[in-house]
Protein backbone atom coordinates (compact mmCIF):
# COMPACT_ATOMS: atom_id res chain seq x y z
CA UNK A 1 0.00 0.00 0.00
CA UNK A 2 1.10 3.85 -0.25
CA UNK A 3 3.19 5.32 2.26
CA UNK A 4 3.38 8.39 4.08
CA UNK A 5 3.79 11.10 1.89
CA UNK A 6 4.36 15.14 1.87
CA UNK A 7 4.21 17.80 -0.56
CA UNK A 8 6.04 19.86 -1.54
CA UNK A 9 8.97 17.90 -2.11
CA UNK A 10 11.13 21.80 -1.79
CA UNK A 11 10.16 24.75 -0.69
CA UNK A 12 11.91 27.88 -1.62
CA UNK A 13 10.07 31.20 0.12
CA UNK A 14 11.11 34.20 0.68
CA UNK A 15 11.89 35.68 4.50
CA UNK A 16 8.23 36.82 6.21
CA UNK A 17 6.34 34.87 3.76
CA UNK A 18 3.94 32.52 5.08
CA UNK A 19 4.32 28.94 3.74
CA UNK A 20 1.98 25.46 4.25
CA UNK A 21 3.72 21.77 3.99
CA UNK A 22 0.86 18.81 3.88
CA UNK A 23 0.88 15.52 5.36
CA UNK A 24 -1.08 12.45 3.97
CA UNK A 25 -0.25 9.77 6.47
CA UNK A 26 -1.46 5.86 5.75
CA UNK A 27 -4.96 5.31 5.33
CA UNK A 28 -6.60 3.96 8.67
CA UNK A 29 -3.15 5.94 10.70
CA UNK A 30 -4.83 7.80 13.86
CA UNK A 31 -1.53 8.97 15.08
CA UNK A 32 0.30 11.41 13.19
CA UNK A 33 3.71 13.38 13.95
CA UNK A 34 5.78 16.25 12.73
CA UNK A 35 9.28 16.80 13.14
CA UNK A 36 11.94 19.24 12.12
CA UNK A 37 15.20 17.85 11.43
CA UNK A 38 18.37 20.54 11.00
CA UNK A 39 21.54 20.00 8.80
CA UNK A 40 23.67 17.27 10.03
CA UNK A 41 20.91 16.92 12.98
CA UNK A 42 18.55 14.57 14.43
CA UNK A 43 14.94 14.94 13.57
CA UNK A 44 13.12 17.13 17.29
CA UNK A 45 9.50 16.33 17.79
CA UNK A 46 7.04 19.13 16.78
CA UNK A 47 3.64 18.10 17.33
CA UNK A 48 1.24 15.06 17.71
CA UNK A 49 -2.04 14.44 16.19
CA UNK A 50 -4.44 11.25 17.77
CA UNK A 51 -7.22 11.89 15.43
CA UNK A 52 -8.33 15.47 14.92
CA UNK A 53 -6.79 16.70 17.76
CA UNK A 54 -3.17 18.14 18.87
CA UNK A 55 -2.63 15.84 21.70
CA UNK A 56 1.00 17.16 22.23
CA UNK A 57 2.29 20.69 20.85
CA UNK A 58 4.84 20.96 23.30
CA UNK A 59 7.45 20.80 20.63
CA UNK A 60 6.36 23.57 18.53
CA UNK A 61 9.38 26.46 18.64
CA UNK A 62 6.81 29.49 18.88
CA UNK A 63 3.26 30.75 17.58
CA UNK A 64 4.33 31.39 14.30
CA UNK A 65 4.30 27.31 13.74
CA UNK A 66 0.62 25.89 13.82
CA UNK A 67 -0.87 22.41 12.52
CA UNK A 68 -4.04 21.12 11.64
CA UNK A 69 -6.18 17.75 11.04
CA UNK A 70 -9.76 18.51 10.39
CA UNK A 71 -10.69 15.13 9.56
CA UNK A 72 -8.00 13.18 10.94
CA UNK A 73 -6.00 11.68 8.10
CA UNK A 74 -4.37 14.84 5.84
CA UNK A 75 -2.44 17.36 8.15
CA UNK A 76 -0.98 20.44 6.99
CA UNK A 77 1.69 22.84 8.80
CA UNK A 78 1.88 26.09 8.83
CA UNK A 79 4.29 28.56 9.13
CA UNK A 80 3.91 32.28 9.22
CA UNK A 81 6.24 35.12 8.82
CA UNK A 82 8.88 32.65 7.87
CA UNK A 83 12.43 33.61 9.14
CA UNK A 84 15.66 32.04 7.89
CA UNK A 85 15.99 29.86 11.15
CA UNK A 86 12.89 27.79 9.84
CA UNK A 87 15.05 26.11 7.13
CA UNK A 88 15.49 22.69 7.69
CA UNK A 89 13.76 19.43 6.30
CA UNK A 90 9.88 18.96 7.98
CA UNK A 91 9.15 15.12 8.33
CA UNK A 92 5.86 13.62 8.74
CA UNK A 93 5.17 10.46 10.44
CA UNK A 94 2.13 7.90 11.05
CA UNK A 95 1.11 4.65 13.06
CA UNK A 96 -1.68 3.21 13.50
CA UNK A 97 -1.78 4.60 16.99
CA UNK A 98 0.05 5.80 19.97
CA UNK A 99 0.43 3.16 21.32
CA UNK A 100 2.27 0.95 17.96
CA UNK A 101 5.56 2.67 18.69
CA UNK A 102 6.23 2.17 15.18
CA UNK A 103 6.31 5.14 13.03
CA UNK A 104 6.25 5.35 9.69
CA UNK A 105 7.98 8.24 7.98
CA UNK A 106 7.57 10.35 4.56
CA UNK A 107 10.64 11.40 2.66
CA UNK A 108 9.91 15.24 4.09
CA UNK A 109 9.84 19.04 2.96
CA UNK A 110 13.09 21.04 2.74
CA UNK A 111 12.03 24.48 3.32
CA UNK A 112 14.60 26.84 2.22
CA UNK A 113 14.30 30.32 3.70
CA UNK A 114 15.87 33.01 1.69
CA UNK B 1 14.87 15.17 30.63
CA UNK B 2 15.34 12.35 28.09
CA UNK B 3 18.14 12.00 26.03
CA UNK B 4 19.98 10.07 23.37
CA UNK B 5 23.57 10.07 22.80
CA UNK B 6 25.24 9.56 19.73
CA UNK B 7 28.95 9.80 19.89
CA UNK B 8 30.59 8.59 16.86
CA UNK B 9 29.55 11.31 14.33
CA UNK B 10 31.28 9.35 11.07
CA UNK B 11 32.37 5.34 10.78
CA UNK B 12 33.54 3.17 8.06
CA UNK B 13 33.53 -0.21 7.48
CA UNK B 14 35.09 -2.92 4.41
CA UNK B 15 32.24 -4.33 2.90
CA UNK B 16 31.42 -7.42 4.57
CA UNK B 17 32.33 -6.69 7.44
CA UNK B 18 31.29 -6.05 11.17
CA UNK B 19 30.21 -2.95 12.45
CA UNK B 20 29.29 -1.45 15.57
CA UNK B 21 27.32 1.79 16.41
CA UNK B 22 26.97 3.19 19.39
CA UNK B 23 24.14 4.85 21.82
CA UNK B 24 23.81 6.19 25.08
CA UNK B 25 20.41 7.77 26.71
CA UNK B 26 19.15 9.10 29.83
CA UNK B 27 15.67 8.52 31.19
CA UNK B 28 13.81 8.06 34.60
CA UNK B 29 11.21 6.45 32.82
CA UNK B 30 10.83 2.13 33.66
CA UNK B 31 9.10 1.70 30.36
CA UNK B 32 10.01 2.47 27.56
CA UNK B 33 11.12 1.58 23.22
CA UNK B 34 14.54 2.19 21.72
CA UNK B 35 14.97 2.07 17.86
CA UNK B 36 17.37 2.66 15.13
CA UNK B 37 16.42 4.41 12.04
CA UNK B 38 18.19 4.49 8.64
CA UNK B 39 18.11 7.83 6.28
CA UNK B 40 19.72 7.25 3.43
CA UNK B 41 20.11 10.39 1.19
CA UNK B 42 16.65 10.07 -0.30
CA UNK B 43 15.75 11.42 3.57
CA UNK B 44 13.42 8.63 3.78
CA UNK B 45 13.60 7.43 7.48
CA UNK B 46 13.40 3.61 7.78
CA UNK B 47 13.21 1.41 10.86
CA UNK B 48 15.93 -0.87 11.22
CA UNK B 49 15.10 -2.65 14.63
CA UNK B 50 13.04 -2.17 17.73
CA UNK B 51 13.70 -2.92 20.98
CA UNK B 52 11.30 -2.79 24.06
CA UNK B 53 13.02 -2.10 27.46
CA UNK B 54 11.00 -4.88 29.42
CA UNK B 55 12.40 -7.66 27.18
CA UNK B 56 15.73 -8.60 28.55
CA UNK B 57 16.40 -10.74 24.66
CA UNK B 58 18.66 -8.72 22.46
CA UNK B 59 16.57 -7.79 19.07
CA UNK B 60 17.68 -9.29 16.26
CA UNK B 61 16.52 -8.42 12.22
CA UNK B 62 18.74 -10.43 9.97
CA UNK B 63 21.78 -8.89 9.46
CA UNK B 64 21.65 -6.28 12.28
CA UNK B 65 21.25 -6.93 15.85
CA UNK B 66 21.32 -4.76 19.43
CA UNK B 67 23.20 -5.18 22.24
CA UNK B 68 20.87 -3.95 25.46
CA UNK B 69 22.64 -2.70 28.32
CA UNK B 70 19.72 -1.66 30.43
CA UNK B 71 21.67 -1.00 33.57
CA UNK B 72 24.43 1.12 31.95
CA UNK B 73 21.29 2.64 29.36
CA UNK B 74 22.96 1.55 26.17
CA UNK B 75 21.48 0.57 22.77
CA UNK B 76 24.27 -0.56 20.17
CA UNK B 77 23.53 -1.24 16.61
CA UNK B 78 25.60 -4.51 15.23
CA UNK B 79 25.62 -4.68 11.40
CA UNK B 80 26.89 -8.01 10.35
CA UNK B 81 28.05 -8.24 6.43
CA UNK B 82 28.23 -5.21 5.98
CA UNK B 83 26.42 -4.00 2.16
CA UNK B 84 27.40 -1.05 -0.10
CA UNK B 85 23.33 -0.59 0.72
CA UNK B 86 23.67 0.29 4.30
CA UNK B 87 25.83 3.46 4.12
CA UNK B 88 23.57 5.75 5.37
CA UNK B 89 23.12 7.28 8.72
CA UNK B 90 22.02 5.96 11.37
CA UNK B 91 20.08 7.26 14.46
CA UNK B 92 19.36 6.35 17.36
CA UNK B 93 15.67 6.72 19.29
CA UNK B 94 13.68 6.81 22.21
CA UNK B 95 10.28 6.96 23.62
CA UNK B 96 8.71 6.44 26.71
CA UNK B 97 5.42 4.67 27.31
CA UNK B 98 4.23 8.27 28.78
CA UNK B 99 5.51 10.10 25.79
CA UNK B 100 2.41 9.16 23.72
CA UNK B 101 4.87 7.56 20.60
CA UNK B 102 6.94 11.24 20.41
CA UNK B 103 10.39 10.04 19.38
CA UNK B 104 13.58 11.56 21.10
CA UNK B 105 16.14 11.14 18.81
CA UNK B 106 20.64 11.21 18.99
CA UNK B 107 22.67 13.38 16.68
CA UNK B 108 23.37 10.47 14.51
CA UNK B 109 26.13 8.80 12.84
CA UNK B 110 27.20 8.61 9.26
CA UNK B 111 27.85 5.02 8.20
CA UNK B 112 29.93 4.54 4.90
CA UNK B 113 30.38 1.58 3.79
CA UNK B 114 33.26 0.97 1.42
CA UNK B 115 33.85 -1.60 -1.27
Known amino acids: GAGVSQTPSNKVTEKGKYVELRCDPI?????LYWYRQSLGQGPEFLIY????????DSGLPNDRFFAVRPEGSVSTLKIQRTERGDSAVYLC????????????FGPGTRLTVT | AQTVTQSQPEMSVQEAETVTLSCTYD???????LFWYKQPPSRQMILVIR??????QNATENRFSVNFQKAAKSFSLKISDSQLGDTAMYFC????????????FGQGTTLQVKP
Open chain 2, 93 to 104: AFTASSNTGKLI
Open chain 2, 27 to 33: TSESNYY
Open chain 1, 93 to 104: ASSLDSYTYEQY
Open chain 1, 27 to 31: SGHTA
Open chain 2, 51 to 56: QEAYKQ
Open chain 1, 49 to 56: FQGTGAAD
